[in-house]
């Protein structure tokens, strides 16, 4: 698995850390993901300014304005849970 850029998931700009070898965790403790030609997908709603890419089995969530930006990454689990909290208002800033 190869290493992605960004910066919040402290995921560094390389190449791969050897054949077959995983490489080390970014210091918030989960794998670096290599999103490089990821399929990023958003919304039919609205402007399309946030998406979101599966790979690895993790979910990579970005800035669509910004496609060189940081990519924040969601286990499976995170990802249920944000989505549910959405579902159910808990970011609703009204």
């Known amino acids: 698995m190869a290493v992605n850029s960004g910066t919040d998931t402290g995921a560094d700009v390389g190449a791969t850390e050897g ?3 995983e490489p080390a965790p ?3 403790g989960k794998p670096r993901v290599d999103f490089t030609g990821a399929e990023w997908l958003c919304s039919s709603q609205g402007v399309g300014d946030v998406q979101i890419a599966f790979v690895d089995g993790y979910i990579g969530m970005r800035d669509g304005r910004q496609e060189d930006g940081p990519v924040l990454v969601f286990t499976p689990a995170e990802w249920r849970a944000f989505v549910l909290g ?3 208002g808990e970011f609703d800033l009204t």
Request: proline share 11%; charged share 20%; no cysteine.
């Open 86 to 88: 959405a579902r159910d």
């Open 19 to 21: 054949v077959g070898a």
């Open 26 to 28: 970014a210091p918030n």
